[in-house]
């Protein structure tokens, strides 16, 4: 038995303001030098009929704190969200190169 294990995706449960459940992988997080919090989430969907209808469009929110309680907000500043998704995919890009170079 090997001594390296393999843990599944993160999988967040979002609820609009609608009540409407909506379930992501988390594939990315971060923190900015200012202390803003941000999330790259997947869509994840429940059969292939909805793989194959959905975008796949990666969701970048941005985390904030009220009463204790996190929320994941749309980041409605095209700057703030252009910056904050390049880092993403910069990120995201390393990864692969990385996991590419271990094979």
Same mark, same amino acid.
């Given at each position: 038995?090997?001594?390296?294990?393999?843990?599944?995706?993160?999988?967040?449960?979002?609820?609009?303001?609608?009540?409407?459940?909506?379930?992501?992988?988390?594939?990315?997080?971060?923190?900015?030098?200012?202390?803003?919090?941000?999330?790259?989430?997947?869509?994840?969907?429940?059969?292939?009929?909805?793989?194959?209808?959905?975008?796949?469009?990666?969701?970048?929110?941005?985390?904030? &704190?009220?009463?204790? &309680?996190?929320?994941?907000?749309?980041?409605?500043?095209?700057?703030?969200?252009?910056?904050?998704?390049?880092?993403?995919?910069?990120?995201?890009?390393?990864?692969?190169?990385?996991? &590419?170079? &271990?094979?």
């Amino acid at each position: 038995m090997s001594d390296e294990f393999e843990l599944g995706p993160d999988i967040v449960t979002v609820v609009d303001d609608d009540g409407k459940e909506h379930t992501f992988e988390e594939l990315d997080r971060i923190e900015t030098d200012d202390g803003s919090r941000y999330v790259a989430l997947l869509p994840v969907y429940d059969d292939d009929i909805e793989i194959l209808e959905g975008d796949g469009d990666v969701l970048i929110l941005k985390v904030i &704190e009220e009463d204790g &309680e996190n929320y994941l907000i749309q980041i409605d500043d095209d700057e703030e969200f252009d910056r904050i998704g390049n880092i993403f995919e910069d990120r995201l890009i390393e990864k692969y190169e990385e996991e &590419e170079n &271990e094979e």
